[in-house]
C-alpha cells in the first residue's frame, strides 16, 4: 500500500508540474505570437509611409516642372532611411525578401538621384522636363512595387493573425480543459488512494466484530501488500483461538467427566472391597467342590482388576501432589529395569527378552518428583515387555539436547508396532491396544500428563522395519508444576 501512495502522489506531482510547464510554455508562445505580429504591424506601417513619402515626392517632381517649387524641397532623403530600417529588420534572415529588400534601397537611391537631378536643372530648360519623366517613370514604378509588398505584407497579416488567434484559442480551450478536469482528476486519485486505505481497514474492523461475536469460521480474504500480511495474521490467529476454543472445551469435558469419574469410583471401590474380603473368607473357610472354588476365584480377580482401574482412575483424575527434587535419570532408569526384569515375561520364555542399555554420561540432573517419573518409566517399560515377543529386545538410551536444554529418554521395542490409524488416539483416556481384559487404557494418558507437567514433551512413532519407540523430552532445572 506504501507503493501506491507514493506512486499516486508521484502522479499529482508530475500532474502540476507538467501543468505548470504547459502555462509557462503557452504563455511564452503567445507573448512571441503577439511580438511578431506586432513587428509585421510596425513593417505595414513603414511600408505604408514609404509608399506616402514616394507619392509626395512624385508630386514635388510635378510642382517642380510648373515651377511651383522653386527649392530642393524633395523627400528622397527620408525614403531612404525608410527603406534602411528595413533592410536592417531583415539582415538577420538571408530570405528572399531580404533581397527585395536590397534590390528596393538600390531603386530608391536611384530615385533619389533622379530627384535630385531634377531639383539641380533650370525648372524651364528642356532637360528638367526630360529628368522630370524619368524621375516620375521611377517613381511610379517604386509605387507599384511598394503597393504590392503592401499587398503581400497585408496578406500575411492577416494569416498570422489567425493562425495566432486559433493558436490561442487552441491553447485557451487546453488550458480550460486542464483546469477543468484535473481538479477533478485530483480528487479522483485522492479518492483511489484514500479508498485503498480504507477498503482494508473496514474489511479487518468486520473481522474483528465477527471474532468478537464467536465467529471464529470468518477469514479474511483478498487483501494484498501490508494489509494481506495483516490479514494473514489475523487468519492465523482465528485458526489459533478455534483451536483453543476447542482444546479448552475438551479439556473442560474431561474435568466435568474427571470428576464424576473420580466420584463414582470412590464409591464403587468400597463395595468391591467388601465383596473381595467376604468371597476371599468364604474360599478359606468353606468346603466346595474345585468348579464352584475355580469360579469365586475368577470373581475375586475380576475384582481386582476392577480395583486397579479404579486406583488408575482416581490416579488420573485426582493426581497427587508432585514434590519436585533433583533427580538422576540414569539412576532412576537403573532401578526401573531392575524390577522390570523380574517380570514373569522375563524370567520364562525361550529364548529370553532382552534389555540393551545405552546411557549417555555424564548426564544432567532435572528437577522432577521421582514418583511421579518412575512410574511413567515404569508404565513404559512395562508395555514394552507386553509388545515384544519371546527372543525381543528392548533398547533403552539416554542424551542431551545442549541447544534445547533438555534430557531425552527413549524406550524402543521390537514388537509389531502401533496401527497408523491408531496412532493419534495412543495417549487418549482408556485406548489401549492391548486384548481385553489386560489393560485399563490410562497408562500412557497418565505418563502423558506427568510429563508435561514436568514442562516435557512425550512422543511415540513406529521403528523400521517393526517396533515401537517411546520418547520422553524433559528440561533440564525446571521446577515441575504442582498437581492441585
Known amino acids: 500500500m506504501k507503493k501506491k501512495i507514493i506512486l499516486g502522489l508521484s502522479i499529482l506531482a508530475l500532474m502540476f508540474l507538467f501543468g505548470g510547464l504547459y502555462i509557462f510554455r503557452t504563455t511564452e508562445a503567445i507573448s512571441y505570437d503577439l511580438h511578431r505580429i506586432t513587428r509585421m504591424y510596425q513593417t505595414m506601417v513603414l511600408r505604408n509611409n514609404l509608399l506616402l513619402s514616394i507619392k509626395k515626392n512624385q508630386e514635388k517632381i510635378i510642382l517642380r516642372g510648373k515651377c511651383l517649387v522653386p527649392e530642393n524641397l524633395s523627400g528622397a532623403a527620408g525614403m531612404v532611411e525608410i527603406v534602411e530600417r528595413c533592410v536592417l529588420c531583415h539582415a538577420s534572415t538571408h530570405t528572399p525578401t531580404y533581397g527585395k529588400m536590397i534590390a528596393l534601397k538600390e531603386e530608391i537611391l536611384t530615385y533619389n538621384a533622379a530627384t535630385l537631378n531634377v531639383f539641380a536643372a533650370d525648372p524651364l530648360s528642356p532637360l528638367a522636363g526630360q529628368r522630370a519623366d524619368a524621375a516620375l517613370t521611377l517613381g511610379d514604378k517604386l509605387i507599384g512595387t511598394t503597393e504590392n509588398m503592401i499587398k503581400v505584407t497585408s496578406i500575411n497579416l492577416e494569416k498570422q493573425e489567425r493562425n495566432v488567434l486559433r ?16 481538479p477533478f482528476f485530483a480528487v479522483g486519485l485522492a479518492f483511489f488512494l484514500i479508498r485503498g486505505l480504507t477498503r482494508p481497514v473496514n474489511s479487518l474492523l468486520d473481522a474483528t466484530r465477527r471474532l468478537k461475536g464467536g465467529d471464529l469460521e470468518h477469514r479474511i480474504e483478498g487483501l494484498k501488500d501490508e494489509f ?17 476454543m476447542l482444546v479448552m472445551q475438551r479439556t473442560e469435558q474431561l474435568r466435568v467427566c474427571g470428576e464424576m469419574s473420580a466420584g463414582l469410583a470412590h464409591e464403587i471401590r468400597n463395595p468391591l472391597a467388601g465383596m473381595k474380603v467376604t468371597i476371599e473368607v468364604l474360599l478359606s473357610e468353606l468346603t466346595l467342590e474345585p468348579q464352584d472354588r475355580e469360579a469365586l476365584e475368577k470373581v475375586v480377580e475380576q475384582i481386582r482388576h476392577i480395583e486397579l482401574l479404579m486406583k488408575n482412575l482416581l490416579n488420573y483424575a485426582r493426581p497427587a501432589a508432585a514434590q519436585p527434587t533433583s ?15 523380574k517380570h514373569p515375561s522375563f524370567v520364562s520364555g525361550n529364548p529370553r527378552k532382552q534389555i540393551i542399555k545405552e546411557f549417555a554420561e555424564s548426564l544432567p540432573e532435572i528437577m522432577g518428583d521421582p514418583q511421579q517419573l518412575q512410574q511413567v518409566f515404569l508404565n513404559l517399560l512395562l508395555n514394552a515387555a507386553d509388545a515384544v515377543p519371546e527372543g525381543g529386545t528392548i533398547r533403552i538410551t539416554t542424551g542431551q539436547d545442549t541447544q534445547k536444554k533438555t534430557v531425552s529418554i527413549g524406550i524402543s521395542n521390537t514388537g509389531k508396532g502401533i496401527p497408523a490409524e491408531l496412532m493419534a488416539r495412543i495417549f487418549l483416556p482408556f485406548f489401549t491396544t492391548k486384548g481385553k481384559g489386560s489393560g485399563t487404557g490410562l497408562g500412557l494418558a497418565v505418563s502423558k500428563r506427568i510429563v508435561e507437567e514436568h514442562g516435557g514433551v512425550i512422543e511415540v512413532h513406529n521403528n523400521v522395519p517393526d517396533g515401537v519407540t517411546f520418547t520422553v523430552a524433559l528440561p533440564v532445572g525446571k521446577q515441575v508444576e504442582r498437581s492441585v
Open 167 to 182: 493558436r490561442i484559442n487552441q491553447r485557451k480551450f487546453t488550458l480550460f480543459v486542464l483546469l477543468t478536469i484535473g
Open 228 to 244: 494481506g500480511e495483516v490479514a494473514e495474521s489475523f487468519n492465523e490467529m482465528a485458526s489459533s483461538l478455534k483451536k483453543q
Open 327 to 341: 533427580v538422576a535419570v540414569n539412576k532412576l532408569l537403573e532401578q526401573q529395569v531392575y524390577f522390570i526384569m
